[in-house]
């Protein structure tokens, strides 16, 4: 330690002696800052990385990818390029929780396989899922953005700012098509434990579709929640780190 940043990946704690290190998948039309508030607050002795899509933040010219097995092949080549780390735990919410479960599937078929995985506000991804936002408006996908914001009027803005929006809107709608047109390839059980977090109101996935997780894997499962709403990590950053800390030290 400390690991290298690549191309896909960004050091948000490069934790000296780090027993673990934690990768974190974004959202859709989310960055690697994302996880900064949970980096900081995540205990001692884990490290902790975020993934960085294309087409935001410091990789604003890069090329989008709005295919989900394609992000997740670039990040697990950039996983087993770190060579021999200390254990590796994959979080991911939302899209982030597919593009980790993918990337978890290819790092157990390489024996590199994690020691946990977990996954918030995403049904399971053998779930049956119809969105078609992404061949949508402008307008439809700032709805929708709306519907799940902790507070819509954060979002509204993109309607009356265009250049906010020419920023904002592209990778969005590249990671809508990449959550919409993908499918699962059935394959064998993970066999690390696997935790599927949840916001109590989150109007994308209910308990019961997060118990479905549970046929993912051949380790230990669990549920949990939190109160808030699809970004309930936002509101809850201290109490998801301590779940983390507690997970991860065990």
Do not use: K
């Not at 010219?61 to 994959?90: F, K, M």
């Not at 993918?102 to 996954?119: C, I, K, N, T, W």
């Not at 699962?184 to 109590?200: I, N, Q, T, Y």
């Amino acid at each position: 330690m400390p690991i290298e940043a690549t191309t896909w990946l960004r050091a948000l704690r490069a934790a000296p002696n780090a027993h673990t290190v934690v990768v974190c998948f974004p959202p859709g039309g989310g960055s690697a800052g994302a996880y900064r508030a949970l980096a900081q607050q995540v205990g001692q002795g884990i490290a902790v990385y975020a993934v960085q899509y294309p087409g935001r933040q410091d990789r604003l010219g890069d090329p989008l990818v709005p295919d989900l097995t394609e992000l997740a092949e670039h990040v697990t080549a950039d996983l087993l390029g770190w060579g021999a780390v200390p254990s590796l735990a994959l979080f991911g919410h939302s899209m982030g929780a597919t593009v980790a479960f993918e990337v978890a599937r290819r790092l157990q078929r390489e024996g590199r396989d994690p020691v946990q995985l977990f996954v918030s506000g995403r049904i399971a991804p053998d779930a049956r899922y119809a969105g078609r936002l992404h061949v949508g408006s402008d307008a439809d996908l700032i709805a929708d953005l709306e519907r799940l914001a902790n507070d819509a009027a954060s979002v509204s803005m993109l309607r009356d700012d265009a250049e906010l929006a020419e920023l904002v809107l592209p990778p969005l709608r590249a990671d809508y098509r990449a959550v919409e047109t993908y499918v699962f390839e059935p394959g064998s059980p993970l066999r690390c434990p696997v935790s599927a977090l949840l916001g109590e109101d989150d109007p994308t996935v209910t308990i019961e579709q997060a118990q479905e997780w549970r046929a993912h894997t051949d380790g230990e499962f669990e549920v949990t929640t939190f109160p808030g709403r699809h970004f309930y990590l936002d509101e809850r950053v201290a109490e998801v780190a301590a779940y983390l800390a507690a997970r991860l030290s065990s």
